[in-house]
């Protein structure tokens, strides 16, 4: 059945901040407490999701959270109403009140596990939220995100939601930063490939030393079972411990892969031949890998430029581009390496360059941005018609995030009740806009 792979990106929040709240994540930490730009980063994003659809690819819109989060700040003690509960958190408890401020759901990549219906065995898109155990900040989104996805993608009969899995250390799962799909055709069933950084439970399998790994194998097991795959068209791969402590918290930090190509850093996977080797089996002769060699470009300009966190995608016209944001264009190494890659001719083509700054300094690049899910002629007819970006959709974005979005945020300005109502203000027009219904807490109370 012919079908197609569609691009649902993260809307930035009204809240974007460097707080530098993820471990492990260079960029988040290197620029902790700089002034931020929400206006900037949300346009920024918002122009990468038209460049995309302008070039023939299905893109989407998926709503941020709302930011604070006062329920849990509720949860966790403080009472009162709003701005009393903002007051307490700020002089008590300021890093409490300062995850609850958090925007990292622009990240959309972390959002859920997505599998399409060539895959599963009841014919259905599958949806797992990820729970996100692994930071605080990142733990309280998956709620919303369920609601969103559930309003975005609201028939039974084409999709079924599973529950986040349950909020364990030896269960953490980050969604699709961890998951990668290849096929010949995205209507045909494809080899899903589930990355995990250690095991939950076996304390004498290798870890990382420094940094969290956020992905477990019990976590991708789990989902690989929930979204009944076929387990003969199933790779369980590891990153490189080694790797998660130079910064690499997520796969798609070193690898991305679509369709029939893997593009991949050499020191990507823990027995990486192995990995290789299951994957060509699985995937047949067309299979192609594309290894980056560690002399070439280093694990830190990997991580620098997020060479690997660019989105691979197909176009309608057959050509395959390399989205990427322009810190690989400011580094030599990097941009001669891609300078030869499109030479060399071995099934990338394009690249096709954006300026995400102010998501890349808090850590996130083009892939994080994105979920990507593919839509038969048919699934494409049953999403919510409201979140796919269209010319007119994309116009009324733009002046919505001009009338609600500040130009600069400072942690100190948290405790500011008026940034609060600026934000309820502005999501609750969003879900107008989007038609999502109440998905929001304050919307439902």
Not at 195 to 216: E, K, L
Request: hydrophobic residues 40%.
């Amino acid at each position: 059945m012919m079908a197609y792979e569609a691009n649902f990106d993260g809307l930035v929040g009204p809240t974007h901040n460097y707080s530098g709240l993820s471990t492990g994540n260079i960029a988040s930490l290197t620029y902790k407490h700089q002034i931020s730009n929400p206006k900037q980063a949300a346009l920024q994003g918002l122009d990468k999701m038209r460049a995309l659809a302008n070039l023939g690819l299905i893109q989407g819109v998926i709503a941020p959270q709302m930011r604070p989060d006062i329920k849990m700040l509720r949860r966790l003690g403080f009472s009162g109403n709003d701005n009393r509960v903002l007051q307490q958190a700020s002089k008590h408890a300021p890093q409490l009140l300062t995850c609850c401020y958090s925007a990292s759901s622009m990240w959309a990549a972390n959002a859920a596990t997505v599998s399409p219906s060539a895959d599963t065995n009841d014919r259905r898109i599958h949806f797992t939220p990820a729970n996100l155990v692994s930071h605080f900040h990142r733990s309280i989104e998956h709620q919303t995100t369920a609601r969103i996805l559930a309003a975005m993608f609201n028939d039974d009969n084409r999709f079924c939601h599973h529950q986040p899995l349950p909020a364990s250390e030896q269960l953490g799962d980050e969604g699709a930063a961890n998951h990668t799909r290849f096929c010949d055709q995205y209507g045909h069933q494809g080899v899903e490939m589930f990355v995990f950084g250690r095991y939950g439970f076996d304390q004498h399998q290798q870890a990382p030393m420094q940094y969290p790994a956020r992905q477990t194998y019990e976590a991708s097991a789990a989902i690989a079972r929930l979204h009944q795959l076929d387990p003969q068209q199933v790779v369980m791969a590891q990153q490189n411990p080694l790797l998660i402590d130079q910064g690499v918290f997520h796969n798609d930090v070193i690898a991305v892969g679509n369709q029939q190509t893997l593009f991949c850093h050499q020191y990507a996977f823990l027995n990486q031949t192995d990995v290789y080797q299951q994957l060509q089996q699985k995937m047949g002769t067309d299979f192609s890998i594309i290894e980056v060699p560690n002399d070439v470009v280093s694990v830190d300009d990997a991580v620098s430029s997020y060479l690997f966190n660019s989105q691979l995608v197909t176009l309608p016209n057959g050509d395959v581009s390399l989205i990427l944001p322009h810190q690989c264009r400011d580094n030599p190494r990097v941009w001669h390496y891609v300078q030869q890659l499109l030479q060399m001719r071995v099934g990338i083509n394009r690249v096709d360059l954006f300026d995400l700054s102010q998501s890349m300094k808090n850590g996130g690049g083009p892939a994080c941005l994105r979920l990507r899910v593919v839509l038969t002629a048919k699934e494409q007819q049953a999403v919510n018609p409201a979140v796919l970006l269209t010319d007119s959709l994309f116009k009324q974005l733009q002046a919505w995030i001009h009338l609600h979005y500040r130009d600069q945020l400072v942690d100190a300005d948290f405790a500011d009740p008026s940034l609060l109502l600026q934000s309820q203000t502005a999501l609750d027009e969003l879900t107008r806009i989007l038609k999502l219904g109440s998905v929001y807490d304050f919307q439902r109370m």
